[in-house]
């Protein structure tokens, strides 16, 4: 495949806005699939970390998906002609607070495009950032890392995974069955069929597994933080992914709080000890 990277560049300062209401029954569904108590948003509750993720969902026609099950390129996106997306990572700044109830819109702007071409064969990186706004202005500062590659090549071997720390002061297990996958789509409205379709992902993809979403390992980190330090809000995080998780195993997140105690080091490992992401959070004074 050939990528033609001076026409993609043509996407770079290419923006949407999109506007959405806070309602409280998408937190209330987030909760559960994390298998929290907060099953009763009330108006005026803040959003928490990674909330603002199951609001502004996309929603492509059905005439409009492609095979994958995303929507066709093109758009918003630059059109690149590859076939696997993949979220790789991304940070995050809360200069405010969103809170239920709020009517917010979030500006997204194509930042850059960049294309790579190695070992791994050719890579196209698209970084967008995001800035929500609220009642009183920006809450949500975000930059997000889009990575585009090749198709899968079978008999090649991926690399193994760097060992991840053994050394967490907070850890918790995760079962990544495939009710949570799909409910974490459908909270998302992510039609992409990695997270689902496990014909697809096995004989078309050539993974082991369901895939385990980027942006719900990021969650279980952010909400790892809430139920380890529930006294302090999250004002940072980043994050980016080194490893996909599988639905075939579980999986833990981790994190180990600095001498500062106001940041914190974060990571979710395979059932090998593999780094899967990589995290740091700093909270509020």
């Not at 930042?111 to 009642?135: C, D, R, T």
């Not at 195993?249 to 899967?276: C, E, I, K």
């Amino acid at each position: 495949m050939t990528v033609d990277i001076n026409y993609l560049r043509t996407w770079v300062g290419k923006s949407e806005i999109a506007t959405d209401i806070l309602h409280g029954g998408q937190l209330a569904s987030l909760a559960a699939t994390l298998d929290r108590d907060e099953l009763d948003p009330q108006l005026g509750d803040l959003v928490p970390p990674a909330g603002h993720w199951v609001y502004f969902t996309p929603r492509p026609k059905a005439s409009e998906i492609g095979p994958d099950g995303h929507a066709k390129r093109g758009g918003f996106l630059p059109p690149v002609d590859l076939p696997r997306r993949m979220w790789a990572g991304g940070r995050m700044r809360w200069p405010g607070a969103l809170r239920v109830g709020d009517t917010v819109t979030r500006t997204s702007t194509i930042s850059e495009v960049n294309h790579k071409s190695g070992k791994s064969g050719e890579l196209v990186f698209v970084l967008v950032k995001h800035a929500i706004a609220g009642p009183d202005g920006v809450c949500v500062e975000e930059e997000h890392d889009i990575v585009y590659r090749g198709p899968s090549d079978p008999n090649m071997l991926p690399p193994p995974a760097k060992a991840a720390p053994t050394d967490a002061d907070w850890s918790r297990t995760i079962e990544p069955n495939p009710v949570l996958l799909f409910r974490y789509s459908a909270l998302t409205f992510n039609g992409h069929r990695i997270h689902y379709d496990l014909a697809y992902v096995t004989e078309t993809e050539g993974y082991p597994g369901l895939i385990v979403h980027g942006p719900l390992i990021a969650t279980l980190l952010m909400d790892l933080c809430r139920r380890e330090r529930p006294e302090q809000q999250l004002v940072r995080f980043d994050y980016r992914a080194m490893s996909p998780l599988f639905h075939i195993a579980p999986f833990t997140v981790n994190g180990r709080l600095a001498d500062d105690g106001n940041t914190a080091q974060l990571w979710a490992a395979d059932a090998d000890g593999g780094l899967a992401m990589q995290a740091e959070a700093e909270f509020a004074d």
